[in-house]
């Protein structure tokens, strides 16, 4: 780097300046808040590039401290951070944020919700029923017209007909507004996440000339800001001081080279880019919508609402080479809602109904449960559509054959509306016959028991972003899990020590080490560090200390205040100014190196790094005695078998710290030359650095593999790391064959010659792999898309992916459910995923397995109630209508039936909370049928008791209870004990069997746990109160009479039976039983298949737009690093020319570039796999800073 000045050191660009507060500003009255420069010229300013922006800067501010001193801020004291100064900048040159895309408002959310199927044809059926209801037509000559005119038809039922869709309405008014509410109040919880982690991104900046970390969105125009490697700039600014800095300009300009700034080249800032190399200071010059990105937010945020009248009109995306074009287009509205809740899954039961509102962002297949309810409602509906089309044909026909075969009457003009009328009263009949076969408690059962879960898992930690992945995850098969983080506690604490010829298994006390070495040791951790990494004091009595930045870092500060020292001192007195020159951390390095300048002209190099790498460099070796000694290459093999190696094998990280002085004689060293700089140094020793395993980790996996669930875990890191970490958690077990494969290997043996995967190839190795050591986010993609589209097992594979970088986006967005990372993870990584682990923690899956399995079942459980409510009252109505010509259970009743007990049954059996014995049974597989044989015994054999006993009362139930027979009562009659009876029989059975259907598995015992679920309980007494209301006082309307106290108790005797009844019914054995068919199935493998083959050409290209939406949201502030642009230019690249031999090793060359290498990865692999190939250099991708 050539010299910016020339009475300064090289490498390190200093721009000197007064501390004077700006007395010139304000000259010009122009200004905004009289400040020496406005918005416009400052964004003027920061559109111009390199060389123009430099003779601007001269031309119109002399230098880059007039412009600090027009801004009124010091370059080394920063701002005074005093309240009313802050706000003039707020008014004169606007806020660090932008504002957020408008929430759907709840009519939005009502609208949506309307548009479900069985919604619809319920609305149909009330309003025609309403109208028909009001409908009284003008009776001519009623005799002559025959026994149409009375018909069975009696008043009550006239005036109370408008009930009934009265009723119907209402109900459908509670869905809708259940439904509406869940979106919403998600929609609002996702915002209050949102802002949650928007608060948590924090900077740093210099005031009062104290460094601070402020919020992003306090960051204000005169700031002094610190930037160093890893840094996501929030806002623009122009560099005052700088050392070695390169910034990657790729997410603004699509440029993948990295840019090397610097005072005289090319000193501008800009927002939503990443520090690749260095540190620096600048100040700020533009935030919020002034800012480059901002511009561009602006600027998207116009088109947004052409768009999405485009996007109405269903402009689908034209053949592949426009679509690219249509891209840029349409992609824009999408690309900036931050972290966007439900876009696309709005209401989830509706996702049949609705055309995809945004063309290019494509739902994942619908979910398991969600496909096989559907097909399921499809079924019911077809049958019941069948019985009330059948009810209708006969009832006319008997009426007609009737009226003018047997009576002879002939048809008069007249008579026509009497008769219409009579049609129409046949209609309704037919209509309720279908309303209760169509279960409209379903979808509310399905979003009762997904909201209950939702808002239950909140508090086990899993945030959900799309509710039907919370069924999903109960029938995962397989969890493709992170190390770092997730199954650490990512803590790096140093637990070894080889320092003077020793080899300490535990930290040594500081007595043991010569006081030479120590020092020395202590100096090169504390100056050879980013400043900006530090250890501070718990924020909670008796927690941990916080480590902030770099944890490698963070862990030799730790061994520095274990050894009784403290770094800050040492730090105070050799400020980041006084560092000669700086080797930042990259990933051709691989280690660390600060230069500094001796009093008598010498100079003194601190070096620290992964071992394997910098001990190639060394040359000597402190001994006992703190004197250097010769250090040979076959010493070095001695060091690496007897002290690294047995390192990694108790999965330690190994990092060596070493220095080398220049004598002053020798001159200065050409500092550009870094092969001879970094070499002949001198190793003051080698730390064991352990991420140790979380502490209830092993105990969640081994009961993940009891449930069925298969987990791997893929890892940067390498292998014999990853084995030991995979051991220590239970992921390999001890005498069993599995396989442990690093990234290069696998890729071996699941491509062809060309470098294509071949799935057969990668269906040999799947099932037995076990860790992915040292492996790259596309090998990550690839073996998560082989295992999903695998036809090895006998069931199709639902995989559950956890991730947590920018990389990781395509894995989590291909996989059935995505984990991302609440707390490590980037914003691209959160987008993509579908649940969001608010502690980053791998029991909180566990947990999202149970909620999941739980909520298979409550449905399970619901249809099994349902089905039976609803083949019995279609078949009660259907006999009953065809044999007396009319419902034995008035319309009114069977909505009572229907829909209210349906209602709060749904909410009954939607909410039992989870048990830990859904654990102990393997997955259902997405090809298991909903309704299994046990339940259809269940389901069948109550019907059959249920009709057995309302068929009994209704032909012989007035001699059984000695009253009037209701059957043929004359008309206008009032309601009859006969019926009253039948109908609240009826109830009291279902009621009963609502506790039967606690069970879905054939338990004898229904009872258990019933406590546990207090709605439940509420629930049926509820229902039995109502049912007391509605037949003691309901009269007309509902058809009842009130009924005597033996008789109610006779009824309730009988509801009791059913209790009974289902004893007897468990105790047949399901598998004598042949005939039983199973109901409700999943899709098939043919299906799959060809779902597939149309859906894989595309597949990538929903990662990649999800990444290009993702592009946009690193202004969120949210993101510690992302490196959008690379991933997706790979990832377009294994799409687009898949089939080119080259597309590996471009995918390998991108692996290359250092910002997939963060400087915690430093220990590297083994030294070989590091120089074969550079596309290892994905290492710890998990430690994202």
Not at 306 to 330: C, I, M, S, V, W
Not at 881 to 889: E, M
């Amino acid at each position: 780097m050539a010299n910016n000045a020339a009475d300064h050191p090289p490498g390190n660009s200093v721009a000197e300046g007064g501390h004077d507060g700006g007395h010139d500003g304000g000259h010009d009255g122009g200004h905004d808040g009289d400040f020496g420069v406005s918005v416009e010229e400052l964004r003027g300013l920061m559109e111009l590039r390199s060389a123009e922006a430099v003779n601007k800067i001269r031309d119109c501010h002399g230098d880059v401290q007039t412009l600090c001193r027009r801004l009124k801020t010091s370059p080394i004291e920063g701002l005074s951070g005093n309240p009313t100064d802050l706000e003039k900048r707020h008014a004169a040159f606007g806020k660090n944020l932008i504002p957020p895309k408008k929430p759907k408002t709840f009519l939005q959310l009502v609208w949506e919700a309307l548009q479900d199927v069985t919604l619809i044809i319920l609305e149909i059926a009330a309003i025609i029923s309403l109208g028909l209801s009001f409908y009284h037509p003008p009776g001519g000559n009623a005799e002559a017209c025959g026994e149409a005119a009375g018909g069975a038809e009696d008043e009550g039922e006239a005036q109370a007909g408008w009930i009934e869709g009265a009723a119907i309405l209402f109900s459908v008014i509670i869905v809708v507004l259940v439904t509406a509410f869940n979106d919403w109040s998600k929609e609002k919880q996702f915002r209050g996440l949102q802002n949650r982690i928007e608060q948590e991104q924090k900077f740093t900046v210099i005031r009062k000339g104290q460094v601070i970390q402020i919020p992003v969105a306090e960051i204000v125009v005169g700031d002094i800001a610190q930037i160093k490697y890893g840094d996501l700039l929030p806002a623009d600014g122009i560099l005052i001081q700088g050392n070695d800095l390169k910034l990657d300009e790729s997410s603004l300009t699509g440029e993948s080279d990295q840019v090397r700034k610097s005072l005289d080249k090319d000193p501008m800032l800009l927002s939503g880019t990443h520090v690749m190399e260095g540190s620096g200071r600048m100040v700020v010059s533009a935030v919020g919508v002034n800012s480059q990105t901002g511009i561009i937010f602006t600027l998207l945020g116009s088109c947004e609402h052409d768009d999405e009248k485009k996007a109405k009109k269903g402009k689908k995306q034209g053949p592949p080479e426009n679509r690219n074009k249509a891209k840029t287009q349409d992609g824009v509205a999408l690309e900036i809602q931050p972290l966007k809740s439900e876009e696309a899954t709005e209401s989830e039961e509706k996702e049949e109904v609705k055309p995809v509102k945004k063309v290019n962002v494509t739902k994942k297949e619908k979910s398991v449960l969600q496909g096989k309810l559907t097909r399921l409602a499809v079924q019911i509906g077809k049958a019941g559509l069948f019985m009330s089309a059948l009810t209708v044909v006969i009832l006319i026909l008997y009426f007609v054959i009737n009226t003018f075969a047997i009576q002879k009457r002939t048809w008069v003009a007249e008579c026509t509306p009497i008769y219409i009328q009579y049609f129409v009263k046949f209609f309704i009949i037919g209509v309720t016959v279908l309303v209760v076969a169509v279960p409209e408690g379903l979808p509310l059962a399905v979003t009762i028991s997904l909201a209950y879960s939702v808002k239950k898992m909140m508090k086990d930690n899993n945030l959900v972003r799309h509710l039907d992945a919370c069924e999903t995850m109960g029938n995962a098969t397989a969890i493709c899990s992170d190390k770092t983080g997730t199954l650490t506690m990512n803590r790096m604490t140093v637990v070894q020590a080889y320092i003077g010829d020793a080899h300490h298994k535990t930290v040594p006390e500081p007595d043991a080490i010569n006081a030479g070495t120590l020092d020395t040791l202590i100096n090169s951790i504390s100056v050879n560090s980013a400043y900006t990494t530090k250890i501070l004091p718990p924020e909670k009595e008796g927690g941990l200390p916080r480590h902030v930045g770099n944890k490698t870092e963070c862990a030799l500060l730790g061994l520095v205040l274990e050894l009784k020292r403290d770094y800050q001192p040492i730090r105070d007195e050799i400020p980041e100014e006084k560092m000669y020159k700086v080797y930042t951390f990259n990933s051709s390095r691989k280690s660390m190196s600060t230069v500094l300048q001796n009093p008598d002209g010498g100079f003194r190099m601190y070096s620290k790094g992964a071992s394997e790498i910098v001990l190639r460099k060394c040359t000597r070796i402190l001994d006992a005695q703190g004197q250097p000694r010769v250090f040979k290459s076959k010493d070095r093999e001695e060091m690496v078998r007897k002290v690294i190696e047995p390192m990694a094998c108790d999965g330690l990280r190994t990092i060596c710290v070493a220095y080398r002085d220049f004598p002053a004689e020798a001159g200065e060293p050409n500092w550009d030359n870094e092969n001879e700089i970094l070499s002949e140094l001198t190793c003051i020793a080698v730390v064991g650095i352990e991420d140790p395993v979380r502490p209830e980790v092993p105990a969640a996996i081994s009961k993940c593999q009891r449930a069925g669930i298969t987990v791997r875990m893929v890892t940067g890191d390498n292998i014999n790391t990853a084995r030991a970490i995979a051991t220590k958690c239970g992921i390999l077990l001890p005498g069993e064959e599995f396989l442990c494969l690093e990234g290069k290997e696998f890729n071996t043996q699941i491509r062809n010659d060309k470098g294509e995967v071949e799935q057969d190839r990668l269906d040999k190795v799947w099932p037995k792999l076990r860790v992915l050591a040292r492996s790259s986010p596309t090998d990550k993609h690839t073996l998560v898309k082989g295992i999903i589209d695998s036809t090895v097992g006998e069931t199709r594979q639902v995989v559950a992916v956890t991730g947590d970088g920018t990389n990781d986006g395509p894995a989590l967005k291909k996989a059935d459910v995505g984990f991302a990372m609440g707390i490590a993870g980037t914003d691209v990584a959160k987008e993509a995923s579908d649940i969001i682990l608010t502690d980053d923690n791998f029991t909180s899956i566990v947990k999202a397995v149970m909620w999941g399995r739980n909520v298979y079942d409550s449905i399970s459980k619901f249809l099994q109630f349902q089905l039976t409510v609803n083949v019995v009252a279609v078949i009660v109505a259907f006999t009953g209508a065809c044999i007396t010509q009319d419902s034995p259970l008035k319309a009114v009743q069977m909505l009572w039936v229907n829909l209210i007990m349906d209602t709060l049954a749904s909410l009954a059996l939607a909410t039992e909370p989870p048990t830990e014995s859904l654990l102990l049974r393997r997955p259902y597989g997405r090809d298991k049928p909903l309704i299994s044989r046990t339940m259809m015994k269940n389901i069948l054999g109550h019907a059959v008791f249920q009709l057995i006993i309302i068929f009994t009362l209704l032909f012989a139930g007035e001699k059984f209870f000695d009253i009037d027979n209701g059957r043929n009562a004359p008309l206008h009659s009032p309601p009859s004990e006969h019926y009253t009876i039948v109908f609240n029989v009826f109830v009291m059975m279902q009621l009963f069997n609502e506790i039967n259907a606690r069970k879905i598995h054939g338990e004898r015992n229904v009872f258990e746990g019933v406590y546990r679920n207090p709605i439940f309980c509420s629930v049926v007494l509820g229902t039995f109160a109502l049912q007391i209301i509605i037949v003691q006082f309901g009269g007309k309307p509902f058809s009842c009479a009130p009924l005597t106290i033996d008789q109610w108790l006779w009824c309730v005797f009988i509801g009791i039976g059913e209790l009974l009844w289902g004893q007897v019914i468990s105790a047949v054995p399901t598998h004598h039983l042949k005939f039983l068919k199973e109901a409700g199935h999943g899709i098939t493998k043919e299906e799959i298949h060809k779902e597939d083959m149309t859906e894989d050409t595309d597949e990538i290209d929903h990662a990649e737009m999800e990444m290009r939406r993702g592009q946009i949201l690193w202004f969120r502030g949210l993101n510690r690093i992302q490196t959008q642009i690379k991933v997706v230019n790979a990832f377009r690249s294994s799409v687009y020319d898949m089939e080119s031999p080259h597309s590996r090793s471009s995918i390998h060359s991108f692996m290359a570039h250092p910002e997939f290498v963060p400087q915690s990865e430093e220990e590297a692999a083994r030294i070989s796999s590091i120089t074969e190939e550079g596309g290892e250099d994905s290492d710890e991708i998990e430690a994202l800073p």
